[in-house]
Antibody, heavy 123, light 107 residues
Framework: QLQLQESGPGLVKPSETLTLTCSVFDGSLSNSNYYWGWIRQPPGKGLEWIGSIYYNRSPYVNPSLKTRVTISIDLLKSQFSLTLSSVTAADTALYFC???????????????WGQGTQVTVSS | DIQMTQFPSSLSASVGDTITMTCRASQSITTHLNWYQQKLGKAPKLLVSAASSLQSGVPSRFSGSGSGTDFTLTISTLQPEDFATYFCQQSYSTPITFGPGTKVDIK
């Protein structure tokens, strides 16, 4: 059964770079049916899509974050990662990784999620 | 960007009730609409994809409908475990966007 697990620092200082990793268990990052994505949720607020990656294509990134976001994939480690630079308090959120059930044309629904990792930006 | 709105933003209901919530897209998304249930502090759970396709393991009391810009999620015979927040999400184009959610609580 597919499992996704986020990991990373719980606390980041303003202006620093946040790096999160999603480990994928019992699933294949190179499966052509799936994209792999990052979503976040600020405290008490709704869900914001950050970006998603396919195993052999350039990632899609939310234009609102594009200048600060890098998403990469490591097939050998069965992981994909998010890097968010120049963080501010507005980046404080619960960060989720998830799998898209893609039809090859659209990213599709998010059918499996990690449990989420809380990131707080504070000095 | 495609804007998603949901209404009501919250509703109170009793166990056994049938409830309906609505999601509206700012432009046609055909049937690229997905529904999620989220409980406090937990990851969202996919309930319905492609507007009306119930995910495996999701109780049949959940049903989705709609196409174009207007969509509904209906929960019939509400159960105690159904009290949660429900989000819609469009997967028609990037950036993927979510609705602000409908919170269902106990009357």
């Amino acid at each position: 059964q597919l499992q996704l697990q986020e990991s990373g620092p719980g606390l980041v200082k303003p202006s620093e770079t946040l790096t999160l990793t999603c480990s994928v268990f019992d699933g294949s990052l190179s499966n052509s049916n799936y994209y792999w994505g990052w979503i976040r949720q600020p405290p008490g607020k709704g869900l914001e899509w950050i970006g998603s990656i396919y195993y052999n294509r350039s990632p899609y990134v939310n234009p609102s974050l594009k200048t600060r976001v890098t998403i990469s994939i490591d097939l050998l480690k069965s992981q994909f990662s998010l890097t968010l630079s120049s963080v501010t308090a507005a980046d404080t959120a619960l960060y989720f990784c998830a799998r898209h059930d893609s039809d090859g044309y659209n990213l599709g629904s998010l059918d499996s999620w990690g449990q989420g990792t809380q990131v707080t930006v504070s000095s | 960007d495609i804007q998603m709105t949901q209404f009501p933003s919250s509703l109170s209901a009793s166990v056994g009730d049938t409830i309906t919530m609505t999601c509206r897209a700012s432009q046609s998304i055909t049937t690229h609409l997905n529904w999620y249930q989220q409980k406090l502090g937990k990851a969202p759970k996919l309930l319905v994809s492609a507007a009306s396709s119930l995910q495996s393991g999701v109780p049949s009391r959940f049903s989705g409908s709609g196409s174009g810009t207007d969509f509904t999620l209906t929960i019939s015979t509400l159960q105690p475990e159904d009290f949660a927040t429900y989000f819609c999400q469009q997967s028609y184009s990037t950036p993927i966007t979510f609705g602000p959610g409908t919170k269902v609580d106990i009357k």
